[in-house]
T-cell receptor
């Protein structure tokens, strides 16, 4: 079946701009996660959704980052006033119920110039 | 102190060699443990979960030592196709569902 999909695959933006990154989880998966991976590092947790609600947003670095999942399926990660330090690969993962294996999407490579 | 620590390597080994990676974690309440494989510019893919009793999948063996708070991955008879970065991930702390990842260990298998 289809895996986790993310769009766009690459996004180049200028410092100060607003960006939206989209994640489409595996069908039927109730849990959705956003991670950020910088070069040479492992993925770093940002936020976790169970259904429509953000069950844990403790990894969001500051209030420029926000994510939604209004219908409990697709999620959008929103970054306001982007900074060069936001450049990274943003990975989305989903799991069946929040306890099981997390399956990752291909990521969105964000470059802030 | 980082939640999860790994030796970043690189490990360069000849084909057919046995190689082992270790990973330590700091939170004794952790309940789930995984090894992921990540190819260059690709997403992490689950290689295997790690259980207290240890588990094996073909040439790969994973072990967990709760007392010392480390997990290990052993790869026997290395293949060229095993070249990748291996990430350990720890999760399942009470009330939390996110994973904490190590920095990854880069393995290159040489012909």
């Amino acid at each position: 079946g289809a895996g986790v999909s993310q769009t766009p695959s690459n996004k180049v933006t200028e410092k100060g701009k607003y960006v939206e990154l989209r994640c489409d989880p595996i069908s039927g998966h109730t849990a959705l996660y956003w991670y950020r991976q910088s070069l040479g590092q492992g993925p770093e947790f940002l936020i976790y959704f169970q259904g429509t609600g953000a069950a844990d947003d403790s990894g969001l670095p500051n209030d420029r980052f926000f994510a939604v999942r209004p219908e409990g399926s697709v999620s959008t990660l929103k970054i306001q006033r982007t900074e060069r330090g936001d450049s990274a690969v943003y990975l989305c993962a989903s799991s069946w119920d929040g306890q099981g294996t997390q399956y990752f999407g291909p990521g969105t490579r964000l470059t802030v110039l | 102190r980082k939640e999860v620590e790994q030796d970043p390597g690189p490990f360069n080994v000849p084909e057919g060699a046995t190689v082992a990676f270790n990973c330590t974690y700091s939170n004794s309440a952790s309940q789930s443990f995984f090894w992921y494989r990540q190819d260059c510019r690709k997403e992490p893919k689950l290689l295997m979960s790690v259980y207290s009793s240890g588990n094996e999948d073909g040439r790969f063996t994973a072990q967990l030592n709760r007392a010392s708070q480390y997990i290990s991955l052993l790869i026997r008879d290395s293949k060229l196709s095993d070249s990748a970065t291996y990430l350990c991930a720890v999760g399942g702390q009470t009330g939390a569902n996110n994973l904490f990842f190590g920095t990854g260990t880069r393995l290159t298998v040489i012909p």
